[in-house]
């Protein structure tokens, strides 16, 4: 039988800079809850919102797998490995960190916010070259779930050092679909961006998170009109 775990929006950990507004689904900086760590390799969830002009110095990160999918707005990047780009909505942007990069992320627009995830993922090797990439994602297919990470480099979407497989989608109301993992020992984290949903029959809101395993599969219904993301992976690592 699946096991879960809810995770409220409500009770994410909260972070107010002034200039950027963060919820932590996961302990982080100043937020520790030992009850919420990780979520099998799923090691940071933070749903960031970034003032105009305002944005990250640079900093460093080693041996972990760093994705930002932006929600609204766009964000200038720059890193150690040269990279100098601009990630937006409709986007997905990954850094394998492996031995050491340096990078920052500042919004460069100074009238509107910058909305955006910031998820890292605990490698399956460690100490690899640094490497980045982004991509566009595809946000117009509805009712259908869209791969946007996985383990492999020449499948859908961007990929990383880990056995783990992203969806997003967007489903009208009513919508329902089976959701089939690709590994039998992974799990599943369900992060609704709007709308609401139910998961197995679980009633999820904006910004709930829920996370199940010990299944092969599970059933998601759109309450309303919602967009949501998918994370599958090892429980084990």
């Known amino acids: ?19 950027l507004k963060s919820f932590h689904s996961f302990s982080f900086a100043g937020y520790y809850n030992p009850e919420r ?7 940071v969830l933070n749903d960031d919102f970034v003032t105009g002009g305002m944005g990250f110095g640079e900093h460093p990160h080693d041996n972990m797998e760093i994705i930002s999918i932006p ?12 990279n100098v780009a601009t990630i937006k909505a409709g986007e997905i942007q990954v850094m394998s960190a492996g031995t ?31 490497r980045y990439d982004q991509i566009n994602i595809d946000k117009d297919t509805r009712n259908e779930f869209i791969q946007i990470l996985s383990p492999n480099a020449d499948d859908a979407g ?6 783990a497989w992203f969806n997003l989608a967007n489903f009208d109301k009513s919508t329902s679909r089976t959701y089939t993992l690709n590994k039998k020992e992974n799990g599943v984290y369900v992060f609704v961006l709007s709308g609401r949903l ?13 996370g199940i395993w010990d299944t092969d599969s599970f059933e998601v219904k759109a309450a309303e009109n919602a967009e949501f993301l998918l994370m599958e992976v090892p429980m084990k690592f």
């Open 100 to 130: 050491g990069i340096y990078h920052s992320e500042y919004n460069s627009d100074p009238n509107h916010p910058a909305k955006f995830l910031q998820i890292w993922v605990f490698p399956n090797q460690r100490n690899v070259a640094p």
């Open 37 to 43: 760590i990780h979520f099998g390799a799923l090691r």
């Open 198 to 210: 139910e998961v197995n029959g679980q009633p999820l809101a904006i910004r709930d998170g829920l």
């Open 1 to 19: 039988m699946a096991q879960t775990v809810l995770h409220p929006a409500n009770t994410r950990g909260a972070a107010d800079h002034g200039w």
């Open 158 to 163: 961007v990929w990383i050092y880990q056995d």
């Open 71 to 82: 929600l609204e707005g766009e964000l200038q990047h720059k890193d150690s490995m040269g």
